[in-house]
């Protein structure tokens, strides 16, 4: 993912997956800046979201888990959500991927912010159970190019086929293993 983000520094309107983008970075005004944030508050946010889930951290360093805690909210509330619901309405494939995309980012939104608000409640159990399910939208960002790989490697799909399959298999199955997670939590 980093070495993703580093074709983007520095800016540039024709590089990586912007090549293909061109039509909406001429025609639709902010697609070019909005792409940006999102590209970089993501990639903060998923680098942020791994050391949440540290038992040690949390542990040993409260203070600090709380602080990573309330910039990984802040970033995905007010850049990384946002933005990937403006650039998911310009999505790849057509009708089928801009919905996912779209519903994605509501989704991303929804549970990071049901998360915050059950940690002010002090719900901890809660707080935990929309983290996870947070963050399992934000590592979709890692298995939808590990899908887009091993889809285009075993089946060569037509490039906006592949879209269409991993604007969804990007972030459903990360979801529903987080789901069954968290329902054999209950049951202990």
Same mark, same amino acid.
């Not at 409260?62 to 990984?72: D, W």
């Given at each position: 993912?980093?070495?993703?983000?580093?074709?983007?520094?520095?800016?540039?309107?024709?590089? *990586?997956?912007?090549?293909?983008?061109?039509?909406?970075? @001429?025609?639709?005004?902010?697609?070019?800046? /909005?792409?940006?944030?999102?590209?970089?508050? *993501?990639?903060?946010?998923?680098?942020?979201?791994?050391?949440?889930?540290?038992?040690?951290?949390?542990?040993?360093?409260?203070?600090?888990?709380?602080?990573?805690?309330?910039?990984?909210?802040?970033?995905?509330?007010?850049?990384?959500? &946002?933005?990937?619901?403006?650039?998911?309405?310009?999505?790849? =494939? =057509?009708?089928?991927?801009?919905? @996912? !995309?779209?519903?994605?980012?509501?989704?991303?939104?929804?549970?990071?912010?049901? =998360?915050?608000?059950?940690?002010?409640?002090?719900?901890?159990?809660?707080?935990?159970?929309?983290?996870?399910?947070? !963050? *399992?939208?934000?590592?979709?960002?890692?298995?939808?190019?590990?899908?887009?790989?091993?889809?285009?490697?075993? !089946?060569? &799909?037509?490039?906006?086929?592949?879209?269409?399959? /991993?604007?969804?298999?990007?972030? /459903?199955?990360?979801?529903?293993?987080?789901?069954?997670?968290?329902?054999?939590?209950?049951?202990?």
């Amino acid at each position: 993912m980093i070495k993703i983000t580093l074709q983007y520094i520095p800016l540039n309107s024709n590089v *990586a997956f912007l090549q293909i983008k061109q039509t909406e970075i @001429s025609q639709i005004p902010f697609y070019y800046p /909005i792409f940006y944030v999102h590209v970089y508050s *993501a990639i903060f946010v998923l680098l942020a979201g791994f050391s949440q889930f540290s038992s040690a951290l949390l542990k040993k360093y409260p203070a600090t888990h709380r602080n990573i805690g309330k910039v990984y909210i802040s970033v995905v509330l007010f850049l990384s959500a &946002p933005s990937g619901f403006f650039i998911g309405l310009f999505a790849n =494939g =057509g009708l089928y991927s801009k919905i @996912s !995309f779209v519903t994605l980012s509501i989704l991303w939104f929804y549970f990071t912010l049901k =998360g915050f608000t059950s940690i002010k409640n002090k719900n901890i159990r809660k707080h935990r159970a929309f983290m996870f399910r947070s !963050f *399992a939208l934000t590592f979709s960002a890692i298995t939808l190019r590990f899908w887009k790989v091993i889809l285009v490697y075993l !089946f060569h &799909p037509a490039p906006m086929d592949v879209y269409q399959i /991993i604007a969804w298999l990007g972030w /459903i199955p990360n979801l529903l293993i987080v789901e069954y997670y968290l329902y054999n939590q209950l049951k202990k």
